[in-house]
Each structure stands twice: as structure tokens, then as C-alpha cells.
């Protein structure tokens, strides 16, 4: 497979699950300031800027127009929902020929109606579009994308971006303390809220919540089930290694992996903020090995004369 085709994959994966991911942030974000009338808009608002990586400006209030304009509606920048979709399809267009005609047609027509969906009465309606194509993008990646390289890639950026998300999305809960998000509405924003009363058949918990997004081993969303969907990708893509050696990407996402899997639950809920800043290290510099390893920017064709 050609290098630039790979690297496209990558990040169709990567850009649609960060689109879905972020509408589910926005929304439980949104949802807390509504609800409480107590709660700091600019103060929640600059906490979410933050964990999310953007500018925060220095001057005047930032309130929930300012995260939607930066987070949800900007077309230009691919952090944002819109931004992210936009530029799916556009790393889908050079991938063409490669991608299934199903799939490529869903990237398409949901690129085609972003402009009438962006700013609309309610943020939750955009929200919940954004998460049915990306639902139906990640379906069709799965039951009509065979089991080669080109879904490899398309997974293995889809995990690393959902594990980068599901710690950022813990992140704010845990920096916004009492006035943040309950964990049952937690819950609910990742899809997780039946399984896991179907597991535990108890209250909610701030431990067992907690444990079930970030450890849980059969759970999709779960920090750990994308870090080892990752590496198991990788491995897959790269099986024949050197045995003194672990290839860059695998090492990275496969340290931060067992500090979490095998340390004490309370050990890691302790220091969470500081945990889940690991976890964003750990797959930025997964997707750097990445980007090295299989998609090389630097390479340049050299044509070789016949030898007479």
C-alpha cells in the first residue's frame, strides 16, 4: 500500500471518532451548564478550552457560543466537530480508489449536509447528527472493509484517537470536582451506562465508573479496550520484528497501557487528571512513530538508470 493512501486511512479513522467524540464532550459539557445555576460559565468553559488543547482568550467572558464557534462549528480547523468531518472526506477523496463505494458515499453525503446542520436551535440536535454519521461511517468500516491493511489503518487511528478522548473526556470531570458532570450522565455520554448496570447491578460509583471507562477490557470505549485494539493493529501490521527490539508506536502506547492495567484502581483515580495527560502523551507519541514509520514525508523518489 502507498504510503500517502495509508496515511489518509489513519486519519479517517482518527478525524471521524474525534467528530463523535467531541460532540459527546460538548454535549455533557453543555448539558452541566444548563443545569446548574450555580456553576462558573467562563470558569467551565476555559477548563474545557484547555483540556481540549485550544486557545483560551485572555481577555473578556468566555461562554458556550465561544467552545461551539471553536469546538463545534469552525470548518477551517480540524479540532472542531466540522473541521473534523470536513476533513475526513477529504482524506477520503484521496483514498478513493481504495475505500468501498458504501463508504465513501457516507463520508461524502455527510460532508454534503454539514452546512445545513451546523448552528442550529438546540446544540444537542447537531450533537446527536454527528454522532449517527459517525456511527454509520464506523458500522460500514466494519462490516464491508475487509481484513487488510486498509482497515488496519482505519482502526488503528479510530483507537488511538478514542483512547485520547476518553482521557480527556475523564479529565474534565475530575478538574471539575463536585460542579462537573455525575457519572451516570458520564455514562450515558460514552453508551456505557446499560452495560455497566448490566456488569455491577449496583449504584453508580465514582470508583466503579471511573474503573469501567478506563480499565474495562470488553467495553469499546474503555481507555484500555483502544489502547490494546491499538497495539493489536500495530502488531498486525508490523509482525516481523526484530526480538531485542519493540517498534516505537507499540512501546509508547504499550507503557502507559500497563501502568494503568496493572497498578491499583485507587492508585490511578487519585492522580487522574495527571494519569489521563499520560494517556495524550502516550498517543501523540504513538501517532509521531506512526507517522515515521509508515509515512514517511522526507522520501523522496529516486530513479535508477539501467545498467547496460
Given at each position: 500500500m502507498l504510503s500517502r493512501i495509508a496515511?489518509?486511512?489513519?486519519?479517517?479513522?482518527?478525524?471521524?471518532?474525534r467528530a463523535d467524540d467531541t460532540a459527546r464532550l460538548l454535549d455533557v459539557h453543555l448539558q452541566i451548564i444548563l443545569e446548574d445555576p450555580w456553576a462558573s460559565e467562563d470558569l467551565a468553559c476555559r477548563s474545557l478550552l484547555t483540556v481540549m488543547d485550544r486557545p483560551v482568550p485572555d481577555e473578556g467572558l468566555v461562554g458556550r457560543e465561544t467552545v461551539l464557534d471553536l469546538l463545534a462549528y469552525d470548518r477551517f480547523v480540524p479540532s472542531s466537530i466540522a473541521g473534523s468531518l470536513?476533513?475526513?472526506?477529504?482524506?477520503?477523496?484521496?483514498?478513493?480508489?481504495i475505500l468501498s463505494t458504501d463508504l465513501w458515499e457516507s463520508l461524502n453525503a455527510t460532508w454534503n449536509q454539514l452546512p445545513t446542520r451546523v448552528r442550529p436551535a438546540r446544540a444537542h440536535d447537531y450533537f446527536t447528527w454527528v454522532r449517527e454519521r459517525a456511527a454509520m461511517v464506523n458500522g460500514l468500516v466494519d462490516s464491508v472493509t475487509p481484513r487488510d491493511d486498509t482497515w488496519r489503518f482505519l482502526v488503528l487511528g479510530r483507537s488511538i484517537e478514542r483512547a485520547d478522548m476518553t482521557a480527556r473526556l475523564l479529565t474534565t470531570r475530575a478538574l471539575?470536582?463536585?460542579?462537573?458532570?455525575?457519572?451516570?450522565?458520564?455514562?450515558?455520554?460514552?453508551?456505557?451506562?446499560?452495560s455497566f448496570l448490566r456488569l455491577h447491578k449496583a449504584s453508580v460509583s465514582e470508583e466503579r465508573a471511573a474503573g469501567y471507562l478506563l480499565l474495562d477490557r470488553l467495553f469499546p470505549r474503555s481507555v484500555l479496550f483502544a489502547l490494546n485494539t491499538a497495539e493489536a493493529m500495530l502488531l498486525e501490521l508490523d509482525p516481523v520484528l526484530e526480538r531485542s527490539r519493540v517498534e516505537d508506536a507499540r512501546r509508547h502506547i504499550g507503557l502507559v497501557r500497563s501502568s494503568l492495567e496493572y497498578r491499583p484502581l485507587l492508585e490511578v483515580l487519585d492522580h487522574l487528571p495527571e494519569e489521563m495527560e499520560k494517556?495524550?502523551?502516550?498517543?501523540?507519541?504513538?501517532?509521531?512513530?506512526?507517522?515515521?514509520?509508515?509515512?514517511?514525508?522526507?522520501?523522496?523518489?529516486?530513479?535508477?538508470?539501467?545498467?547496460l
Open positions: 496515511e489518509s486511512l489513519f486519519w479517517i479513522g482518527r478525524y471521524v471518532e470536513t476533513a475526513a472526506r477529504e482524506n477520503a477523496r484521496r483514498a478513493r480508489e471539575a470536582g463536585a460542579a462537573g458532570p455525575g457519572w451516570t450522565t458520564l455514562l450515558r455520554s460514552c453508551g456505557a451506562y446499560e494517556v495524550q502523551r502516550a498517543c501523540s507519541a504513538a501517532s509521531d512513530a506512526i507517522r515515521s514509520r509508515y509515512f514517511p514525508a522526507d522520501l523522496t523518489t529516486q530513479w535508477i538508470g539501467e545498467a
